[in-house]
């Protein structure tokens, strides 16, 4: 079900991008510098590695910046791989759209929820929300009424 | 009385027996589609809701009129008319007994499909008129469709006219008199059985109705043409529509299932009494079937529909007639 | 896949040959250059949605029309966005259920059944053979719902009535039954960390029975009524046709991506709940038109009543959840579990900082997938397949726009 | 087979449901069977005497996810509790039963009352008690104190699992 850490640090090697290997609970996750994340996906793909199905991309705010996570999948072998980049605030990485349609949806969304741009997105509009929504929704930093503030209002 | 009093006593009483007929159709309509979709359908107001639909025309003389500021002005008005009015025309051609018609024109059938010919140009009046997307989309498919099927309903009544020698529908019906083998009523939808399905597939598709209701179908361009339509306007054009049904399963009943005659009786005082009768219960029979086919099929799709029209109908029907009138002669002769 | 049959927008025509300029908003109609011989035929921008009557939701899709054909379409999401992740992030383990049933609310369970399983994969609770049993009973019994509701729907958008009152009736029967075990007929809160909120009450085996004992015989109804019908197959059949390479490509899980032959089921590939004990088998189409999806879904349906039969057949003792603690607060950590939901592959990808709090909840929402390969699907069909085809894809526009 | 066949097949089913029995409910006049776990609005339980069984631990106003219960306590635990207005956002509930899960002392219920729509929404809001005395400490069930929170967390949100049972090993 997982695929061997020397196996992915081969693939990424073939890529040409530095990665530290790590597996968790979660799985094999890879970090690789975002600037790199579309060609590695590009090699991935097509490369020895076949992974043909992205699962998922999203972001999360780790305080400090904006971390991707891509979720890939192997379908024949059925083995899932993260790749993880990490992006600081307002910051950009490249759109893998062209090997992968399916982030179509996804760049624009994490995009809008975090404040951030993907380079190359053929169609940069907002998904989910309209233009009256300035703050970046899904950042710690944009409030939300907090449990502990209704506690007592 | 004097002739013209006459005449405005008839339309007054066609015009009644339109909107009866409307006001009586829709709430059976109702009915019928509750009762095939396992549900009850209208039984609230009055008795069964039988006051349903007139309290529906009630609403709709009482609600507002509206017409869209960007719409055509004279068009947006004269569209329901233009509906509405050759329906109503198609109504006094039909024979309901020997003595009982509005006006018996030697050239019933043609008249009645000459007359239905305006309705499509209604349709796209409505639909270019009201300046909405989707009921100009509504619009050009009621155009394609009864212009394509305007032709095999025709050439399906040949055949008829040739076996009754005759335009007028009095004679039509009388021509069908009597027993054949004994037992068999000599009406014609036994010797043209396929010119009767030909004609029903193309009153199907003259009437909207289901498979083919590609102008005002609900799934996509929500009611077509009558999109911005309201209050009696809408009334109009919804009442067209049923006494479009009426009119065509009542000229099918007078050409193929032999009007107001039962097989058994024949001139005597009897049949002219029960003349009305027996032709409502045919046609209402006719109707219903049409409602069971609304409450079961799919739709299809425009280009399938008008594929079908010109590549399968008409040349079937045209060879229909040609066979038909060789066959005839032969037997004739 | 990197040919340029997927260049999209700005840097050229958007996919299939036909296509020209793409469609960008705001933006005014396009003439065609007014050649000597070429009419000057205008395409016409139409907005389908977000009030209409089988966008299935709020889904606002702009088709730019030439005469009846679709030459490009655009789906524009948001109009149902509450934000259920960022509330995930202030609501306690246990609160988020309520979240998540809003989220797919055909198939509440499901989502709830991720999520749970997600925080138990973190915590390493070992969740008690009843509850796993009940969970499985009770995600079937929430298939069948949706898929019967989109038997009826499908029927609808292809124009033939009686199917969605018919299915109605099933779906009454099944979702009485939901709500004598879980409280609520959409809104379950049913599956928490650790196992269910209730155990069966009595008399729901038989309901069960009952239900199974007439419901083989409305199916076959249905495929008289839609499959083998003359009408319904030149309307789906070809129709709408979402080969394999695109739908793995658009990241497409659960029918659409069966239809096309891909032998791919979460319950099968990595099975969770009391799925590796249920022996079922996975219908797959061939083309991946409307037509394959419309059986695969009903074929499903078969399956899901064989396994309820296999589940009333062995119904196990036991606890109807673990010993959990009032206040779960799961390690720090990240966790990906997957469930076989009536539109895909549906993942909770929890992010956990050690808190009672979950840190980040993205919900990988397979009707998300399956939705963004509208533009590609629609191009090039008339308006009535546009309605097929995005009746076939069975979007929630809840888990969509979350 | 045959082409046409199709059609007829189709009407005989619909003609097959015209005589089976219709499954409209007809509301106003016929009533469904509510199950006995339906969760409707929130309600209070009162013992025999009368007096209502809430304790006002607050323990239900600080489960609710979307905080819609608002109580107003006067005097302090020593001197028995005194609720002046247990406030309950009908509107807002989503009756997820989240509150009667977490209550300690089994006083609230989720009621089969499912006939909650008004015209006027200051019905919306329900006072559900005022000014009542609110019952002495024992416990309904037998709950584990609750594990003491680390400094900085917010109160102590007392969310026992399932029916109350839990051990507060975490």
Redesign the interface.
């Known amino acids: ?1 997982l695929p061997a850490e020397a196996d992915v640090s081969r693939w990424l090697a073939a890529a040409g991008a530095s990665a530290e290997v790590t597996t ?4 094999v996750m890879a970090r690789i510098e975002a600037a790199r994340a579309a060609d590695v996906l ?1 090699t991935l793909r097509d490369g020895e590695g076949r992974f ?5 991309l ?1 972001a ?2 780790t305080g400090e910046g904006i971390d991707l ?1 891509y ?1 890939l999948r192997a ?1 024949e072998r ?1 083995e ?1 791989l993260y790749l993880a980049a990490y992006v600081d605030y307002d910051g950009e990485a490249p759109s893998a ?6 982030v ?3 760049e624009r969304e994490a995009a809008e929820m975090f404040g951030m741009s993907f380079v190359g997105h ?2 940069p ?6 233009d009256e929504v300035q703050a970046p ?2 950042r710690k930093s ?1 409030p ?1 009424r ?3 503030e ?2 007592r209002d | 009385m004097s002739p013209l009093l006459v005449i405005v006593l008839r339309t007054l009483a066609g015009l009644g027996l339109l909107l009866l007929n409307g006001v009586v159709l829709i709430y059976m309509l109702r009915k019928v589609l509750a009762h095939l979709h396992l549900r009850i359908g209208p039984n609230r107001v009055g008795p069964w809701g039988v006051f349903q639909t007139s309290m529906d025309v009630v609403k709709l003389l009482t609600k507002e009129d509206f017409r869209p500021a960007t719409a055509d002005k004279w068009l947006f008005r004269l569209a329901p008319l233009l509906i509405f009015v050759p329906s109503f025309m198609a109504y006094l051609v039909i024979g309901f007994s020997p003595t009982w018609h509005f006006a018996n024109l030697d050239t019933g059938v043609l008249f009645v499909f000459a007359v239905l010919s305006f309705v499509p140009i209604g349709i796209m009046m409505a639909g270019w008129a009201s300046n909405s997307k989707w009921s100009l989309i509504g619009g050009m498919r009621a155009a394609g469709q009864q212009i394509a099927y305007e032709v095999p309903l025709l050439l399906s009544v040949l055949g008829v006219v040739m076996l009754a020698g005759s335009l007028d529908l009095k004679v039509i019906v009388e021509s069908q008199a009597g027993l054949w083998l004994g037992f068999l009523p000599k009406w014609f939808i036994l010797p043209q059985f396929l010119g009767f399905w030909l004609f029903a597939i193309a009153a199907l598709a003259e009437s909207n109705q289901t498979p083919f209701d590609m102008s005002e179908a609900e799934s996509e361009l929500v009611t077509g043409f009558a999109n911005e339509y309201s209050g009696m306007r809408f009334g109009f054009m919804f009442l067209a529509e049923f006494s479009n049904l009426f009119v065509s399963c009542a000229v099918g009943t007078t050409l193929f299932f032999g009007g107001w005659l039962l097989p058994g009786l024949e001139h005597n005082a009897v049949a002219l009494a029960l003349g009305p009768i027996v032709f409502m219960v045919k046609v209402y029979l006719g109707i219903f079937c049409m409602m069971w086919i609304r409450g079961t099929l799919p739709r299809i799709r425009i280009d399938q529909m008008l594929s079908f029209a010109w590549k399968a109908l008409i040349p079937l029907s045209l060879a229909w007639v040609v066979i038909f009138a060789v066959i005839l002669k032969a037997v004739r002769a | ?2 040919d340029d049959r ?1 260049r ?4 050229g025509p958007i996919v299939a040959e036909g296509r020209r300029e ?1 469609l ?2 705001p933006r005014g109609l396009r003439r065609v250059p007014r050649g000597v011989d070429e009419l000057a035929t205008e395409h016409l921008i139409v907005n389908m949605g977000p009030q209409h009557p089988s966008t299935h939701g709020v889904l606002h899709i702009l088709l730019e029309l030439d005469g009846e054909t679709v030459m490009a379409a ?1 789906a524009s ?2 109009y149902l ?1 509450r ?1 259920i ?3 995930a ?3 306690r383990h246990h609160q988020v259920g309520t979240l998540l049933d809003r989220a797919d609310y055909v198939s509440g369970i499901h989502t709830e059944l991720a999520y749970a399983m997600a925080v138990e ?2 915590m390493e609770i070992e969740v008690p053979e009843k509850a796993q049993w009940l969970r499985t009973l009770m995600a079937e019994i929430n298939r069948i719902a949706s898929h019967v509701l989109f038997v009826g729907t499908f029927g609808m958008d292809t124009g033939s009535m009686p199917t969605f009152l018919y299915t109605m009736r099933e779906r009454e029967a099944l979702v009485d039954i939901l709500e004598a075990v879980t409280g609520s007929r959409m809104m379950f809160n049913y599956v928490r960390p650790g196992g269910v909120t209730g155990d069966l009450p009595g008399g729901i085996i038989e309901k069960l029975e009952t239900f199974l004992s007439t419901v083989d015989t409305y199916l076959d109804e249905y495929d008289v009524l839609l499959t083998d019908n003359e009408i319904f197959g030149p309307r789906t059949k070809g129709v709408g046709v979402i080969d394999r390479t695109t739908a ?4 497409m899980t659960g029918a659409p991506l069966r239809a096309t032959g ?1 032998d ?1 089921d979460v319950r099968k ?2 099975p969770y709940a009391a799925y590796a004990q249920l022996d079922f088998d996975v219908p797959l189409g061939s083309q991946g038109d409307c037509f394959d999806r419309y059986v695969v879904k009903t074929a499903e349906i078969r399956q899901s009543l064989e396994m309820i039969r296999q589940l009333i057949a062995g119904v196990p003792e036991g606890e109807y959840t673990a010993k959990v603690p009032r206040v779960l607060r799961p390690p720090a ?4 579990t997957a469930v076989e939901s009536p539109r895909g ?1 549906l ?1 909770i ?1 929890l ?1 956990s900082d050690g808190s009672d709090l979950p ?2 909840m ?1 919900l ?1 929402s397979p009707a ?2 399956n ?2 390969v509208v533009d590609e699907a629609l191009a090039g069909g008339l308006i009535a397949d546009a309605v097929v085809t995005l009746g076939s894809l069975d979007i929630v526009l809840g888990e969509i ?2 | 087979m045959i082409w046409g066949l199709g059609f007829f097949r189709a009407m005989g089913v619909t003609m097959r449901n015209m005589f089976r029995p219709t499954m409209t409910v007809q509301y106003p006049d016929e009533h469904l069977v509510i199950p006995e776990r339906a969760r409707w609005a929130l309600a209070h339980k009162f013992d025999e005497s009368g007096a209502p069984k809430c304790t006002a631990c607050l323990i239900c106003e ?1 489960e609710c996810p979307d ?1 819609i219960i608002h109580m107003t306590v006067s005097g302090d635990a020593a001197s028995g509790k005194h609720i002046d207005e247990y406030r309950y956002e009908l509107g807002a509930c989503m009756m997820c039963g989240l509150c009667v899960a977490a209550c300690p002392f089994d006083a609230i219920e989720m009621s089969h009352e499912y006939e909650l729509a008004t015209p006027d929404p200051d019905k919306l809001i329900r006072i559900l008690l005022r000014d009542v005395d609110a019952a002495s400490g024992k416990r309904a069930k037998e709950v584990a104190p609750v594990a003491a929170r680390e400094a900085g967390a ?2 102590e949100p007392g969310a026992p699992s399932a029916d109350g049972r839990g051990d507060g090993d975490a």
């Not at chain 1, 043909?52 to 998922?56: A, G, K, N, Q, R």
């Not at chain 3, 999209?8 to 840097?11: A, D, H, P, Q």
């Not at chain 3, 950590?333 to 990906?336: A, H, M, N, Q, W």
């Open positions: 079900m968790s609970i979660l799985g590009a043909d199905m992205l699962v998922d999203f999360i705010d996570r979720h379908l059925d899932d759209w062209r090997c992968y349609p399916a179509l949806y996804a053929p169609n509009k907002r998904l989910l929300t309209t929704l899904l944009t939300i907090t449990w502990e209704t506690r | 896949m990197t997927l999209v927008t700005s840097e793409p960008l908003l655009e999401l948001g966005h934000g992740e960022k509330l992030e202030s609501r994969r973190l793995i490509a658009f990241g891909m791919w590939v990595r950590g990240e966790v990906y592959e993942g990808h992010v840190y980040r993205r990988r998300y997938y939705l963004a726009d979350r | 600080r905080h917010p109160g």
